[in-house]
């Protein structure tokens, strides 16, 4: 069965860092492309990064390009993204999933970057 566990959001000043996790359950992991997806208040949920499933090819939304890393450990089942020089319209509950996206989400994380 998917399960999908992220953490690491918090409340952070512009300018600060973050990063975070997403613990995958089940075989699915190692042989899809994953994702960080966001949605902020109103909006719809939106890929900010990807990565390949060896992890040599990434890509990013424009908006976070040069600011957000995404990485992967296969062996642990987990993504990462890390977030420097965050700014407030990076506000948003972030999710992982695979790409295209499936039918089961984890809860998210909420990252809030305010002064």
């Known amino acids: 069965q998917v399960q999908l566990v992220e953490s690491g959001g918090g409340l952070v000043q512009p300018g600060g860092s973050l990063r975070l996790s997403c613990a995958a359950s089940?075989?699915?992991?190692?042989?899809?492309?994953m994702a960080w997806y966001r949605q902020a208040p109103g909006k719809q949920r939106d890929v900010v990064a990807l990565?390949?499933?060896?992890?040599?090819?990434?890509n990013y939304a424009d908006s976070v390009r040069g600011r957000f890393t995404i990485s992967r450990d296969n062996a642990k089942n987990t993504v990462y993204l890390q977030m420097n020089d965050l700014k407030p319209e990076d506000t948003a509950v972030y999710y992982c999933?695979?790409?295209?996206?499936?039918?089961?989400w984890g809860q998210g994380t909420q990252v809030t970057v305010s002064s």
């Open positions: 999933n695979t790409v295209p996206r499936g039918q089961v």
């Open positions: 089940g075989s699915f992991f190692s042989i899809n492309i």
């Open positions: 990565i390949g499933q060896r992890g040599g090819s990434t």
